[in-house]
């Protein structure tokens, strides 16, 4: 019996811990499902902010703008304006009829896409704006504007709106990332500006290497300027340049012909990082000093894939350039590719890091070509001109250290130094003479290099002559065609140490 009692209180002990435990595991449990679900939810809160906050928020979809009044006003600086936004000229009260000036309207929407970083100015298609001298200027404007140039912009032709004369037509200054871009035209209506000074225009120092074989005036017309009393001409003897680049950095240029310039056809001057391409530059062979692009004082430059026609140089690279690289190009008519004039007035030139490759030049007075001025000073160093085809230049390889654009320049002994030149695979045909080395007594040209040159004559109207050097040394490469032995192997004896005079 007392054995039964004793089972009989060890099973209900029993029982009473298991209820005890089974109690302690669910609230154990419990806890545990409760800090599960309180860490999960402060993770996923700490998700958000450290990874959705870094997410890029989806841009919201500009309204579409209603039309601005007759006079729009500039946007005041609190103004909410997208950064995409577009001005349109026709919006600022341009007519686009060829016959109203529409200055006013442009410089309105100018001053209205200044004011937002990313904004167009468009000037549509099938208009033509007639616009007088203009500035885009900034350095307060926002970066990244796009003037897109889809119509036509044509310079007036009245003397009175000139003046006394003005050194360019349309400004683009002190800007960043400005692009001008579109399938439009800048057209300069030149031709009253040369007919009015071709007396007064000043002519190649190459000219007087061409000698006509025919040398009777009245059967050789080509280079005779009409006579400025013959037209009674009354624009001012200061001629525009039809676009201008000043002070601007990582600019580019896409698209656009500029045609018939009064002078230069796009000047850059002072620029930095600018990219010019797919653009064609259009002016007749007789209007002179027509250049088509024209450098000073900047660098980084790229000029590629663009036809270039004009009465002068196509390239012009003027001092202060370094850094400038040129491929792709077709030039002619023109003057070819030049470096310089440099040194004019004794004034110190310094160019340096130019490489020209890949082009074609048709019909041109030089290929490509090195001019400096007597009593210069400076240098011009690491030149490369490479794979370039000549079809009819009458003077393919030019260095002319002796350059006068007068009747009579005084002889001087100072010069710019030239080093470091390299021409390589030029090929193809001239009209008067391969080669044309003229290099400075006191310092001649030095470590110029010749690597598979084939130019062969072509005979026109004019005679032909042998390549000349004078004090050019340097080295063949490879055999020449024809055989430039005038060239000066090694360097000049005594060559002497570079002075201050030759630091850039």
């Known amino acids: 019996m007392s054995s039964f009692i004793t089972l009989s209180r060890l099973t209900f002990f029993l029982v009473i811990c298991f209820f005890v435990w089974s109690s302690s595991v669910e609230l154990s449990s419990a806890r545990r499902d409760s800090h599960w679900k309180h860490t999960r939810a402060a993770s996923a809160s700490l998700y958000d902010k450290k990874f959705k906050s870094k997410r890029p928020s989806k841009p919201s979809i500009p309204k579409s703008p209603s039309l601005p009044p007759e006079t729009p006003a500039p946007p005041s600086k609190g103004n909410n304006v997208s950064p995409y936004a577009v001005f349109n000229v026709l919006d600022f009260g341009a007519k686009g009829d060829g016959n109203t000036d529409d200055t006013k309207a442009f410089e309105a929407a100018w001053a209205a896409a200044c004011k937002v970083g990313g904004s167009t100015i468009m000037v549509p298609s099938q208009f033509i704006f007639l616009v007088g001298s203009i500035s885009f200027s900034g350095p307060y404007c926002q970066p990244n504007i796009v003037f897109q140039l889809e119509g036509t912009i044509i310079a007036p032709t009245s003397s009175k709106a000139w003046g006394s004369g003005l050194n360019q037509w349309l400004l683009f200054s002190k800007l960043k990332g400005i692009t001008i871009s579109g399938g439009g035209i800048i057209d300069g209506r030149g031709s009253v500006w040369w007919t009015d000074y071709s007396l007064n225009d000043l002519a190649d120092n190459e000219m007087k290497l061409i000698v006509p074989i025919d040398q009777n005036p009245q059967h050789n017309t080509s280079q005779i300027p009409v006579s400025n009393n013959e037209l009674n001409g009354k624009m001012p003897s200061l001629k525009p340049t039809a676009l201008r680049f000043y002070g601007s950095f990582e600019a580019t240029i896409t698209g656009i012909t500029i ?181 400075s007594d006191s310092s001649p040209c030095t470590d110029v290099t010749l690597t598979a040159i084939e130019l062969t004559p072509l005979q026109e109207t004019y005679n032909l002559y042998e390549p ?33 005079h030759d630091y850039c």
């Open 468 to 500: 000349f050097c004078w004090k050019t040394f340097g080295e063949l490469s490879t055999p020449t065609v024809p055989p430039i032995n005038c060239l000066q192997i090694g360097k000049p004896p005594g060559n002497r140490i570079q002075s201050d």
């Open 259 to 439: 045609q018939n310039s009064p002078q230069c056809h796009l000047k850059l001057d002072n620029c930095v990082g600018v990219d010019i391409f797919n653009m064609s530059i259009s002016s007749p062979s007789n209007s002179l000093n027509t250049d088509g692009i024209h450098l000073q004082n900047s660098k980084d430059v790229l000029i590629h894939s663009s036809n270039l026609a004009c009465g002068d140089d196509c390239v012009s690279i003027q001092t202060g350039c370094s850094n400038i690289y040129i491929h792709n190009v077709n030039c002619g008519p023109g003057h070819g590719i030049s470096i310089g004039g440099l040194g004019k007035d004794k004034t110190k030139a310094c160019v340096s890091n130019i490489t020209v490759r890949d082009t074609i030049m048709h019909n041109t007075l030089t290929g490509i070509r090195i001019k400096t001025w007597q009593g210069g000073s400076g240098s011009v160093q690491g030149l490369l001109f490479s794979n370039i085809q000549v079809s009819e230049v009458q003077l393919p390889i030019v260095i002319d250290q002796f350059y006068c654009d007068r009747s009579i320049c005084k002889n001087q002994t100072s010069a710019v130094a030239l080093s470091g030149i390299t021409y390589e695979r030029i090929r193809g045909t001239y009209t008067v003479k391969p080669v044309h080395f003229a290099c």
